[in-house]
């Protein structure tokens, strides 16, 4: 084919020199013309060659042949006309290459081959519209095809595009609709209501998507579904990649573009990235030993999600992603990323993720998996220069190291990291390690039993620096990450009165911020704090609130202030305690809900068994 192209394509330039040396072509439009009708898209490249070859030959013939220099302008011509050519149709001829590389897959590989075209991380990612011409592209291919199995197999994904943007219109109108279809707010994807599964399945056209709205509608995971649907052909996950792509995109723009409250619809922008990715990431783990290149597909859709997450400028580099999930969903999805993170090269997208899933681990308590998380992720972004990750990094390798009682390790993370921060200038970094070293040298300093003031100065003074940096950033988490961590040296230093005014402080900062650990933490210090001063119903109130809320989010800190709780329980009796729970009920539901408020018991007693 590649030689009858080169022959057809030598007459075509030379036809064209031959009427320009006539006379017969009076303007380069028709020289573009001509073009535009000869040249097949796909096929630049032979042209070029031909194209290349002749104008080799005229210049070396500059010296010898008289009209050398008159066809050498008309072949400049040519060249310069096939210049504009490629210009103005560069999309069709990316679509072309796409829909080639496509086909020249292995056919297990199609599903991939796909997935790995409508990267949404490329620099022009194809539009609606674009991805309809590849669709086209593909149905023409395979018309031209003798092979009636890849013939059916080409239609097969072309149709699977094609019904995909389909089911995305279908859905397009209800892409947040259902967040009002209750009257209740929605706060992300984990088991409360409203959730937009339930919705979807009912508009869907696509058997395959409705089938896992369904079953994500009845709090099931994606593993669940995929045991049900791992016979069905390639159009059908073509057309869910599709789908499910364009919802993901279509809600974060919507969340990102919410003026009345930027910083909760960036949260709910980071809940949407997590949850699509964990959805790709549970069906990779089902296909991974059954249909590996099925999983494949599936691994390089949740990669890219994560890809563009990590990429977004207000990367959550300290906080921001644990309020829309309850503690089992994010346990869930921490799991989901653990494995496959370990298949990818070290990458800044892939330090970001870990250093994500490094501070969420320890929200969690699991104190050991986060410090593997963020060391891997602190030599990646050393690597990769990305300062501010870097800093992040050793910031949270420091509050996990005071988690584990290493205070002399958690004392050497923080220095660097301030010392990091103030040469890059990165100021939230800064005020995140001025309160992480104010705060491991509280622990330091409790550890050698030392209740002296002037061992707490310098300590305190930190703590004191970092919440004025984070005012002046504007930070609401990391201010409340800094009052926080005041308040409980306060409360170690049995400084009631000032623990109590920075504690509420933090907890207050910490609601703004949607911020539900710190919310959860302070409310636990605010309940030791009162109980240092005997008021039992202060304690009582700002305890429960505490545990709940750490329970809600898998925190296994809940259980530290469901002890205390059970000590004054134990001082004032059941039924006094009981009481005082209940002349606190409106103050509680107003933090928790009724849910919440009605859960407790249970907690104290799963607790106490």
Not at 89 to 97: H, K
Not at 196 to 210: D, E, G, H, M, T
Not at 240 to 250: D, F, K, S
Request: charged share 20%.
């Amino acid at each position: 084919m590649s030689e009858s192209l080169s022959d057809r394509y030598f007459a075509l330039i030379d036809h064209i020199v031959e009427l320009t040396l006539k006379g017969k072509i009076s303007s380069v439009e028709r020289v573009y013309k001509m073009l535009v009708e000869k040249v097949e898209v796909g096929t630049g490249e032979i042209l070029e060659r031909c194209l290349n070859q002749r104008l080799e030959a005229t210049m070396s013939q500059l010296d010898t042949k008289l009209k050398a220099a008159r066809v050498l302008r008309a072949l400049q011509t040519i060249e310069k006309q096939w210049l504009r050519w490629q210009e103005e149709n560069q999309v069709n001829a990316e679509i072309s290459e796409t829909a080639q590389s496509i086909i020249t897959a292995e056919p297990d590989d199609y599903f991939l081959a796909i997935v790995n075209a409508i990267d949404p991380n490329q620099d022009n990612s194809f539009s609606i519209d674009e991805l309809n011409k590849l669709a086209e592209n593909l149905q023409t291919a395979a018309k031209s095809q003798t092979d009636a199995g890849l013939t059916q197999a080409w239609q097969q994904l072309a149709a699977g595009i094609r019904e995909g943007l389909n089911s995305f219109t279908a859905l397009e109108g209800d892409l947040v609709s259902w967040m009002y279809s209750t009257g209740s707010n929605f706060s992300g994807f984990g088991a409360e209501k409203p959730n937009p599964w339930r919705i979807w399945a009912q508009k869907v056209p696509s058997p395959l998507a409705k089938q896992l709205f369904q079953t994500l509608a009845q709090q099931q995971s994606a593993i669940a579904f995929a045991r049900v649907a791992s016979n069905l052909e390639t159009r059908a996950w073509v057309e869910l990649a599709i789908v499910l792509q364009y919802l993901e995109r279509g809600l974060v723009t919507w969340f990102d573009n919410q003026p009345y409250n930027s910083k909760f619809g960036r949260e709910l922008s980071y809940s949407t990235l997590l949850t699509f990715a964990s959805i790709w990431c549970e069906l990779w783990q089902a296909f991974v030993n059954t249909k590996p290149a099925l999983a494949d597909g599936c691994f390089l859709m949740m990669l890219q999600i994560l890809r563009g997450f990590a990429q977004r400028a207000d990367f959550p580099l300290y906080s921001g992603v644990f309020a829309s999930f309850s503690g089992e969903y994010l346990q869930d999805t921490l799991d989901y990323f653990d494995e496959p993170l370990k298949q990818v090269e070290g990458t800044e997208e892939k330090a970001r993720i870990l250093t994500l899933l490094g501070y969420s681990q320890r929200t969690i308590g699991a104190y050991d998996k986060a410090i593997v998380f963020h060391q891997e992720a602190l030599e990646i972004a050393i690597a990769a220069n990305d300062y501010a990750c870097e800093i992040a990094n050793l910031n949270h390798l420091s509050r996990t190291n005071v988690n584990q009682k290493n205070y002399s390790e958690a004392v050497n993370y923080s220095q660097r990291a301030l010392i990091a921060a103030r040469q890059v200038g990165d100021k939230l970094g800064e005020a995140n390690a001025s309160v992480n070293l104010g705060y491991a040298q509280v622990f330091a300093a409790r550890q050698l039993d030392s209740m002296a003031v002037e061992d707490y100065s310098e300590a305190i003074r930190y703590l004191e620096q970092g919440v004025e940096l984070a005012k002046k950033q504007g930070d609401l988490q990391s201010q409340s990450f800094g009052h926080s961590s005041l308040g409980i040296a306060y409360v170690i230093l049995e400084q009631p009165t000032a623990a109590i005014a920075s504690l509420t402080k933090g907890a207050e900062l910490a609601q703004y911020s949607r911020d539900i650990y710190l919310q959860g933490l302070s409310f636990s210090y605010l309940a030791e704090a009162y109980y240092s001063i005997e008021d039992r119903p202060a304690a009582i109130t700002y305890g429960s609130l505490g545990m709940y809320l750490l329970n809600q989010i898998g925190s296994v800190e809940w259980r530290q202030v469901a002890g205390l709780l059970s000590i004054i329980q134990g001082q004032i009796g059941q039924e006094e305690f009981t009481n005082v729970v209940g002349q606190q009920r409106s103050q509680i539901i107003s933090l928790i809900g009724v849910d919440g408020y009605d859960y407790l018991p249970k907690l104290l007693e799963e607790y106490r068994q």
